[in-house]
Every structure is written in structure tokens, then in C-alpha cells.
T-cell receptor, first 117, second 110 residues
Framework: NAGVMQNPRHLVRRRGQEARLRCSPM?????VYWYRQLPEEGLKFMVY????????ESGMPKERFSAEFPKEGPSILRIQQVVRGDSAAYFC???????????????FGPGTRLTVT | KNEVEQSPQNLTAQEGEFITINCSYS?????LHWLQQHPGGGIVSLFM???GKKKHGRLIATINIQEKHSSLHITASHPRDSAVYIC????????????FGTGTRLTIIP
């Protein structure tokens, strides 16, 4: 029973390139969350997705960042034209919706460490 | 003022000591999470609480909804407990994003 998987674990990009981060939720989970942890800072919410829908993107920078969670395949966090300030650890978490309608706890992936040179 | 405040920010203790980490929040919540982040960076969910108390091994988490306060306790602490402990809240039902405290860095000395 694999947990939340993220790849790549480490990603190095030059300024101006694109970064694509992938997240495969736990089996049976249909909710995905992306969080960012800047160096020496706490975790911050970015976006919450269900299959084929963005539910809350209030934490996403308005430009260059986008996220999707297609019907088939992993969730993708895409950063276009990366800048040094994008260097951070990006964590994905997933959860399922319990029968009561209350959401279960979130399970975190190992993170992708993005370095922009 | 952050919505979620943790104290202390750093804590160093001797092996075997009883550890308490505190979390206060200023918003209504549907649940509170305690997370552990090891030096390698991975995050493990320790507890999810909406009321009362939970225990898992040497770890105990409590929450007081009226006082908007939660504590994480570690009994018989061990060097392998050294990590950053993070409190996070889910603000209300239907809004599932987590808001995080800045973490407590715990170091247990043998």
C-alpha cells in the first residue's frame, strides 16, 4: 500500500526554465494539496484539488504557477520561467472523504526540493 | 499575528525527559494536526484531533477547543525524537487547507 509519491525528489533548474512536479496520491484518495516550504520558513498552503477540479488556489502566486489533477495520472504543479525565489521544498498531501462527509487526515509525500540556479 | 502560534521555537532536553510543545490558534477549526519533520525533510502526520486527547506510543496530543489550545507531549524522550514538530489547523468544515505554525525544533541529547 504505497503512500503519497512525489517525483522528482530533487530538481535543479536554471532561471527561466520550467519546473514540473508530480504527485501521485495514496490509492483511493481523490483530494490533493500542494504546500511550499521556503528555506528557513514554515509550510504554506498553495492549492487544493480534487479530480479535474481546482477547489482552492488562494495560496498560489498569480503568475507562473499552475496546478492540475487530471482524471487519469498524477497531479502536476507547474512553475514556468522559474526564478531563484522559487527554490523551496514542495510537498504534496492527499486525503479521502470519509463516509460521514468529513475529510480524513492528510498524508504527506516526501517532497520535491527545487533548486533554481 | 499568525493564526497558529507554537512555543517554544527551540527546545533542547536530556534523554528521558518529559517534553511539552504548545500550539495556540486564533480561528475556529474543524481539526488540528500535529506533524513531525525529520532532518531529511519528510513530513509524518502524528495526530489529527478535533476534541479531547489521543495517545500513540510515547506521544500524547490534547486539545482544548474553548481555549483554542493544543499540546503535544513526549514521554521518556529519546534522541530519535529529535525533529521539528509542526502544528497545523483546518480552519472550518469544507475548507480543507491547512494553516501551519512555524514549528518547534526539538533536540534530545543522549
Amino acid at each position: 500500500n504505497a503512500g503519497v509519491m512525489q517525483n522528482p525528489r530533487h530538481l535543479v533548474r536554471r532561471r527561466g526554465q520550467e519546473a514540473r512536479l508530480r504527485c501521485s496520491p495514496m490509492k483511493g484518495h481523490s483530494h490533493v494539496y500542494w504546500y511550499r516550504q521556503l528555506p528557513e520558513e514554515g509550510l504554506k498552503f498553495m492549492v487544493y484539488l480534487q479530480k479535474e477540479n481546482i477547489i482552492d488556489e488562494s495560496g498560489m502566486p498569480k503568475e507562473r504557477f499552475s496546478a492540475e489533477f487530471p482524471k487519469e495520472g498524477p497531479s502536476i504543479l507547474r512553475i514556468q520561467q522559474v526564478v531563484r525565489g522559487d527554490s523551496a521544498a514542495y510537498f504534496c498531501a492527499s486525503s479521502s472523504q470519509g463516509w460521514t462527509g468529513h475529510y480524513d487526515e492528510q498524508y504527506f509525500g516526501p517532497g520535491t526540493r527545487l533548486t533554481v540556479t | 499575528k499568525n493564526e497558529v502560534e507554537q512555543s517554544p521555537q527551540n527546545l533542547t532536553a536530556q534523554e528521558g525527559e518529559f517534553i511539552t510543545i504548545n500550539c495556540s490558534y486564533s480561528v475556529g477549526i474543524s481539526a488540528l494536526h500535529w506533524l513531525q519533520q525529520h532532518p531529511g525533510g519528510g513530513i509524518v502526520s502524528l495526530f489529527m484531533l478535533s476534541s479531547g486527547k489521543k495517545k500513540h506510543g510515547r506521544l500524547i496530543a490534547t486539545i482544548n477547543i474553548q481555549e483554542k489550545h493544543s499540546s503535544l507531549h513526549i514521554t521518556a524522550s529519546h534522541p530519535r525524537d529529535s525533529a521539528v514538530y509542526i502544528c497545523a489547523v483546518r480552519s472550518d468544515f469544507g475548507n480543507e487547507k491547512l494553516t501551519f505554525g512555524t514549528g518547534t525544533r526539538l533536540t534530545i541529547i543522549p
